[in-house]
């Protein structure tokens, strides 16, 4: 059975960090683009980062770049979203999926993890 298993969510301060990660049962990452979402309460969910499988860069949306930092493992088998500078608006369940060249759209990804709640606040 295909699956993402995230972990790494949890309650923090404004300003520190938090790493999140997104692990591959029954498949390799390597073949798929990784895409971040996430959904805070009350708001659609928005894609903020999408990972190819090129060396190129990730895109990032303009409420994390600087802060967040996406990418995948060696082995191809874990994705991550290091967080750093947390703010309270990060608040929000935390989603990664993968699709095959889907890069830097964020539309019908075809697995999806189960998601994990940021919390931010002092």
């Known amino acids: 059975q295909l699956q993402l298993v995230e972990s790494g969510g949890g309650l923090v301060r404004p300003g520190e960090s938090l790493r999140l990660s997104c692990a591959a049962s029954g498949f390799s990452l390597g073949y798929y683009d990784i895409g971040w979402f996430r959904q805070a309460p009350g708001k659609e969910r928005e894609g903020i980062s999408c990972v190819g499988t090129s060396d190129g860069d990730p895109w990032y949306s303009e409420a994390i770049k600087g802060r967040f930092t996406a990418g995948r493992d060696s082995a191809k088998t874990t994705a991550y979203l290091q967080m750093s500078a947390l703010k309270p608006e990060d608040t929000a369940v935390y989603y990664c999926?993968?699709?095959?060249?889907?890069?830097?759209?964020?539309?019908?990804?075809?697995?999806w993890g189960q998601g994990t709640q940021v919390t931010v606040s002092p």
């Open positions: 999926a993968a699709a095959v060249r889907r890069c830097p759209t964020f539309r019908s990804y075809d697995y």
